[in-house]
């Protein structure tokens, strides 16, 4: 098992709330990516964050919007929550001056919009 | 963007026999190719990842093979064993300052009968 951990494990939402999903990241890592992995699909990217700044984003709207702490850890925020976001949420820790530059992913947070 | 696209998209294989999937990208820039084995309920583990720069890598009984010419890479199974049976997932991505951003296919269900 990696060192990524993922709070909560599961969410039950209405549309239209807003959710906060947390990741903390493996020891020595500087970089959480997120993912959205609907069922019977692959992860899709949603934005990365490095040294707390972001790093790219993937193709999602404004209302997902996240940040990352001085400790490398690491939120999402999705607001106005609609059904097509029930999907598990999954983080990825990894550092860049490693020589695999290996992503290692957290056991997700399985998030259900009613 | 990247698109990875991926086949098949189930694959039944008896014990003992091999087991190959398929991927291609689309982004020519794209560098770095990992294989992701996810089972049921858990988080996507790295099993096998290459580079651009080579153009085969082979670890036990998995092995990738990569074609940049024709932008298409794949997973090798030999002697597939029951505890092989998962989802597997390629991804694509560009290695840049800070974190892979992936992009993932859409995934291979693999089931090993005895």
């Known amino acids: 098992e990696t060192g990524v951990t993922q709070s909560p494990t599961h969410l039950i939402k209405t549309r239209g709330q807003q959710v906060t999903l947390r990741c903390s990241s493996q020891?020595?890592?500087?970089?959480v990516s997120w993912y959205q992995q609907a069922l019977g699909q692959g992860p899709q990217f949603i934005f990365q964050?490095?040294?707390?700044?972001?790093?790219g984003r993937g193709n999602f709207p404004p209302r997902f919007s996240g940040l990352q702490f001085p400790n490398y850890s690491s939120e999402l925020n999705v607001n106005a929550l609609e059904l097509d976001d029930s999907a598990l949420y999954l983080c990825?820790?990894?550092?860049?001056?490693?020589?695999?530059?290996?992503?290692?992913f957290g056991p997700g947070t399985r998030l259900t919009v009613l | 963007g990247e698109n990875v696209e991926q086949h098949p998209s189930t694959l039944s294989v008896q014990e003992g026999d091999s087991a190959v999937i398929k991927c291609t990208y689309s982004d020519s820039a794209s560098n770095y190719f990992p294989w992701y084995k996810q089972e049921l309920g858990k988080r996507p583990q790295l099993i096998i990842d290459i580079r651009s720069n080579v153009g085969e890598k082979k670890d036990q009984r998995i092995a990738v093979t990569l074609n940049k010419t024709a932008k298409h890479f794949s997973l090798h199974i030999t002697e597939t064993q029951p505890e092989d049976s998962a989802v597997y997932f390629c991804a694509a991505s560009r290695i840049t300052g800070g974190g892979n951003k992936l992009t993932f296919g859409t995934g291979t269900q693999l089931k090993v009968e005895l």
């Open positions: 990825a820790s990894s550092n860049p001056r490693e020589i695999r530059n290996e992503q290692f």
């Open positions: 020891s020595g890592h500087n970089t």
């Open positions: 964050y490095y040294r707390e700044e972001e790093n």
